[in-house]
T-cell receptor, first 115, second 113 residues
Framework: GENVEQHPSTLSVQEGDSAVIKCTYS??????FPWYKQELGKRPQLIID?????GEKKDQRIAVTLNKTAKHFSLHITETQPEDSAVYFC??????????????FGKGTLLTVNP | GAGVSQSPRYKVAKRGQDVALRCDPI?????LFWYQQALGQGPEFLTY????????KSGLPSDRFFAERPEGSVSTLKIQRTQQEDSAVYLC???????????FGQGTRLTVV
């Protein structure tokens, strides 16, 4: 099955700096890669996603890049703000057969933005 | 409803007790997923429904775990004879179709004492 590795497990940056979180996946058939933000005690919420036919996607201060050959994708947050502090999870969606799929998550990165 | 709703939010169970966790997905969402999230970890897949059909239950850790979605909307995750290692947050997610965004509920935090 799919295996998703995420690094680093913790990341501390100064307000205004950039933050980068990296993930690798094992199943070359995976075709969709969402990123979720989870604040303490709250539900994971989708912040950006990328499909396998695209190499990069940007939404204001956040961007995601995908390298299918190397099977890795990254989240980039620029001009970080204290409210960006949360746990970030990457995920990869692999087909199970037919029209079914499974979403596999990385173990998460605790991002702390220091004012 | 406005989002995925789970109940109860918190459940404390004595070891050996049976529990039932409920998930109300967003109305009209075909796909429903259950995940288990241990403290400090990412969500781990448990099982998946498409309407009332349970298409994948490969993530259920043991035969003490059982999930159902009899009418293709509300789903229940049941854990029999709970053990301490079952303590975790159980997340439910739903999506309109296979290829669309999955929305998560706030989860049920289960503590087995």
């Amino acid at each position: 099955g799919e295996n998703v590795e995420q690094h680093p497990s913790t990341l501390s940056v100064q307000e205004g700096d950039s933050a980068v979180i990296k993930c690798t996946y094992s199943d070359s058939a995976s075709n969709y890669f969402p990123w979720y933000k989870q604040e303490l005690g709250k539900r994971p919420q989708l912040i950006i996603d990328i499909r396998s036919n695209v190499g990069e996607k940007k939404d204001q201060r956040i961007a995601v890049t995908l390298n299918k050959t190397a099977k890795h994708f990254s989240l980039h947050i620029t001009e970080t703000q204290p409210e960006d502090s949360a746990v970030y999870f990457c995920a990869a969606r692999a087909p199970l057969g037919g029209s079914n799929y499974k979403l596999t998550f990385g173990k998460g990165t605790l991002l702390t933005v220091n004012p | 409803g406005a989002g995925v709703s789970q109940s109860p939010r918190y459940k404390v169970a004595k070891r050996g007790q049976d529990v039932a966790l409920r998930c109300d997905p967003i109305s009209g969402h075909v796909s429903l997923f259950w995940y288990q999230q241990a403290l400090g970890q990412g969500p781990e897949f448990l099982t998946y429904f498409q309407n009332e059909a349970q298409l994948d239950k490969s993530g259920l850790p043991s035969d003490r775990f059982f999930a159902e979605r009899p009418e293709g909307s509300v789903s229940t995750l049941k854990i029999q004879r709970t053990q301490q290692e079952d303590s975790a947050v159980y997340l439910c997610a739903s999506s309109l179709r296979q290829i669309t965004e999955a929305f998560f509920g706030q989860g049920t935090r289960l503590t087995v004492v």
